[in-house]
């Protein structure tokens, strides 16, 4: 590339001379030339920006906005999911709770405390803090309603357990076939049938005929089996636990022994006329907690002799 020589006449001698720049004209020009090339360039990146845009920055918008999407869906799934604990909670409370003799969960759970002020500190100086701290917070209290009830289905089912296991034990059914006519219950008698002296009669008899079969009316352990010469002859004791037991007496026959266990239905002896007896029958009796209960409060005699024996037969299957 030529480089163009600039000449200026010179009237003294009527010529034209080479005009030679001196260094700070020089240093202007390139100066100028410079910022104009500047000035040109962020012109052009200005139009270019607003006409075509940058795409590494519309690639980052484009991500900010998917995040604050995936912010806004995470927000609600999590709105969701809490409405569905206070279900759980509400139901717990109405139902299950109230029948199980549980205290109730309070209706406002919450964290509380932790953190203070600085609790969200990691997430102050971006865009979008306000939201991110506000996911957070609710996720945080869905997490602390979530451990609560867990724990709480925890609790209920231990004592779903210990109320099933209390029922198994309870003395709950007839000792004989419901075609056994009722005797003497609860009273007091004034001539006792074969002493003849007033005394009060604290169980429930059954007119049953001599060899019927006697069942053990709820789950327990068998505490005595035998005679004990206390009047009722042949018996049998049950502890069932929970302050229950139940006493089966004038027995002719005991099918089962001291520390045995037994369940609900199991046969454990036959009818008698064993010890202070005027009769074959069977002396059934109830005491909770060492106190005499009526037993007719334990059981009643809406089955059909059919379903009795149905009934023995499901609770001696395993």
């Given at each position: 590339?030529?480089?163009?020589?600039?000449?200026?006449?010179?009237?003294?001698?009527?010529?034209?001379?080479?005009?030679?720049?001196?260094?700070?004209?020089?240093?202007?020009?390139?100066?100028?030339?410079?910022?104009?090339?500047?000035?040109?360039?962020v012109?052009?990146?200005?139009?270019?920006?607003h006409?075509?845009?940058?795409?590494?920055?519309?690639?980052?918008e484009?991500?900010?906005?998917?995040?604050?999407?995936?912010?806004?869906?995470?927000?609600?799934?999590?709105?969701?999911?809490?409405?569905?604990?206070?279900?759980?909670?509400?139901?717990?409370?109405?139902s299950y709770?109230a029948?199980?003799?549980?205290?109730?969960?309070?209706?406002?759970?919450?964290?509380?405390?932790?953190?203070?002020?600085?609790?969200?500190?990691?997430?102050?100086?971006?865009?979008?803090?306000e939201?991110?701290?506000?996911?957070?917070?609710?996720?945080?209290?869905?997490?602390?309603?979530?451990?609560?009830?867990?724990?709480?289905?925890?609790?209920?089912?231990?004592?779903?357990?210990?109320?099933?296991?209390?029922?198994?034990?309870?003395?709950?059914?007839?000792p004989?076939?419901?075609?056994?006519?009722?005797?003497?219950?609860?009273?007091?008698?004034?001539?006792?049938?074969v002493?003849?002296?007033?005394?009060?009669?604290?169980?429930?008899?059954?007119?049953?005929?001599?060899?019927?079969?006697?069942?053990?009316?709820?789950?327990?352990?068998?505490?005595?089996?035998?005679?004990?010469?206390?009047?009722?002859?042949?018996?049998?004791?049950?502890?069932?636990?929970?302050?229950?037991?139940?006493?089966?007496?004038?027995l002719?026959?005991?099918?089962?022994?001291?520390?045995?266990?037994?369940?609900?239905?199991?046969?454990?002896?036959?009818?008698?006329?064993?010890?202070?007896?005027?009769?074959?029958?069977?002396?059934?009796?109830?005491?909770?907690?060492?106190?005499?209960?009526?037993?007719?409060?334990?059981?009643?005699?809406?089955?059909?002799?059919?379903?009795?024996?149905?009934?023995?037969?499901?609770?001696?299957?395993?």
């Amino acid at each position: 590339m030529l480089i163009r020589k600039k000449y200026v006449f010179d009237t003294s001698n009527l010529q034209f001379l080479r005009h030679k720049r001196k260094w700070s004209e020089k240093l202007i020009r390139f100066s100028i030339g410079f910022g104009m090339s500047i000035l040109l360039t962020v012109c052009y990146g200005f139009i270019f920006h607003h006409a075509f845009g940058f795409p590494y920055q519309e690639k980052l918008e484009r991500r900010v906005e998917e995040i604050k999407l995936n912010y806004s869906l995470l927000e609600r799934r999590i709105d969701y999911s809490s409405k569905f604990v206070a279900d759980l909670r509400s139901s717990d409370n109405n139902s299950y709770r109230a029948i199980l003799d549980l205290p109730q969960i309070p209706a406002d759970i919450s964290e509380g405390g932790a953190g203070g002020v600085f609790k969200y500190g990691d997430l102050t100086g971006y865009v979008n803090t306000e939201m991110m701290m506000a996911v957070r917070s609710k996720f945080e209290n869905l997490r602390t309603e979530t451990n609560i009830q867990y724990n709480s289905i925890t609790e209920l089912s231990e004592k779903a357990a210990e109320w099933k296991d209390m029922w198994a034990h309870l003395p709950y059914i007839r000792p004989v076939n419901v075609t056994m006519r009722l005797g003497d219950g609860v009273k007091f008698r004034e001539h006792h049938p074969v002493l003849g002296s007033p005394r009060w009669h604290f169980g429930q008899d059954f007119c049953c005929p001599l060899g019927t079969e006697v069942h053990a009316t709820g789950a327990g352990i068998v505490y005595y089996a035998g005679n004990q010469n206390d009047g009722f002859g042949i018996k049998v004791v049950i502890d069932h636990g929970y302050g229950y037991r139940s006493i089966y007496g004038h027995l002719s026959k005991v099918n089962v022994k001291r520390g045995q266990k037994v369940k609900r239905g199991d046969f454990i002896g036959l009818s008698g006329n064993t010890g202070i007896s005027s009769g074959p029958h069977l002396h059934y009796q109830v005491d909770l907690f060492g106190s005499h209960v009526n037993p007719l409060w334990y059981f009643d005699d809406n089955l059909s002799e059919d379903e009795y024996f149905k009934m023995l037969d499901y609770l001696s299957k395993p």
